[in-house]
């Protein structure tokens, strides 16, 4: 069986099939780092884990690339609340961002853009929607013309009529065309230079609006057709289909080809989870309430197919770390089983169904949480064999192997990093060659990246050493 995705595009379950044969380009939408990020978009961030890693399973090659969002209105507010620039105030929540995909073994993508590093991209990007006629200058703010690209509204299934619903979502309070323009570039407003928050651009000095940064950070590192590009279900309108409208009016190429959305992650009340409306849980607040963040993980991923909502309750995740234990205690004991002198035939077929029901569980459209129930089903089963002493040398390497299989997704048998000491002594090697070539830029950024995971690295006489440390 094949790979099929749910496309939001086609609306489908589509064989996935990416443009060079080995090679996925995945572009996701990231963290706005002004404040933590709250379970929800763990959720989705999560979620993108499990597309990485199976399609790493099925033998492809992944270049993952999520943004992060450094600014925007929330960040200008706040910076300018407390006095100081955007890239101070977004400082400690970009690093606990990365401490909480950490946490939660994440695995992480090839790059992290960052908007504010990437400005002349998004400037090159609307001067050529400016030049095509897709987009007008206002009083220094820059618009998207919706007019100009009929196909808008194709990804959410909007039909024009229905833009004007989605119209206050999108609402800007300046000079526009059409109701449903939105904001390319936003000319700089007293207090944004001293906040850090403004650039030359050839239509006037001013910042980004949200959309264009991930169109032009995707170009940048992925060219302009993407094999997929996800994102959490709230990010469809307007963000997405914004997307899709300013690069494929830039690029005359298509922009994604396939579109995956995670649903949203639910309160105890039932209530989407966001940060604007005030009530959310952070990582922290469920570590700090005694869970163990790989309960979290798997109560995340493997609780519910991710295009149906679910809700964060103490009991899901008390159950969801009961499912962990479950699985470890089982491995222990399979690893500590004797084998039997014989192998029971019958039992063999049967994890060879379970492996094989797994497999088609995640190639259908990631169906984790179906793959893990079989799974449970099995471990059942197999304690039942272990007892009566039927498990064969072979029937308890395949049973070790399934587990294997299964743990690539989940990711919650390992007590350690592994591999981890090469990888920090391949990173120190890699910092003293920039630092030899004076890239300093590289090295700083190696050792802050370390530093993110929990690692610092002490020059000492006989060379680099790292010790580990708390992560940010
Ligand atoms: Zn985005």
Known sequence: ??????????????????????????????????????VGNLRAFLFYDIVRRHL?????????????????????????????????????????????MAALRAERAEQYPRATEHIPEMVEMIATLVANGNAYVADGDVYYRIASFPAYGALSHLDRAGLKAGARVASDKYDKEH???????????PGDEKIGAAWDAPFGRGRPGWHIECSAMSKRYLGDTLDIHAGGVDLMFPHHENEIAQSEAANHKTYARVWLHSEHLADATGEKMSKSAGGFTTLRDLIDAGHDPLAIRFFLIANAHYRSRVRLSPEALHAAAEQVRRLREFTERVNRATPADSED?????????????????????????????????????????????????NNKASLLELIDEVDAHLDVM??????LADEVERL????????????????????????????????SKDGVRWRRVAPY
Not at 179 to 189: C, G, R, T, Y
């Open 56 to 100: 790493q399973v099925s033998g492809y090659r992944v270049t993952h690339v999520m943004n992060l969002t450094d600014i925007d209105d929330r960040i200008l507010d706040q910076a300018m609340h407390a006095g100081t620039t955007i890239g101070e105030y977004t400082k400690p929540y970009a690093a606990a961002f990365f401490e909480d």
């Open 1 to 38: 069986m094949t790979l099929r995705l749910h496309n939001t595009l086609t609306g489908a379950k589509d064989p996935f099939e990416p443009l060079e044969e080995d090679q996925v380009r995945m572009y996701t939408c990231g963290p706005t780092v002004w404040n933590f990020a709250h």
């Open 414 to 419: 390992r007590a350690e990093e592994p591999g």
């Open 428 to 459: 120190i090697a890699e910092r003293e060659a920039a630092r030899k070539a004076r890239d300093f830029a590289r090295s700083d950024q190696i050792r802050e990246d370390l530093r993110t995971r929990g690692i610092v690295l002490e020059d």
């Open 179 to 189: 109701v449903s323009d939105f904001a390319l570039w936003k000319k700089a407003q």
């Open 345 to 393: 035939a019958e039992f063999a077929h049967r994890i060879e169904q379970v492996r094989a029901g797994y497999r088609e569980a995640l190639d259908d459209d990631l169906n984790l949480p179906q793959g893990v129930g079989l799974v449970f089903d099995l471990i059942r089963e197999a304690n039942a064999a272990l007892d009566a002493d039927r498990v064969g040398p």
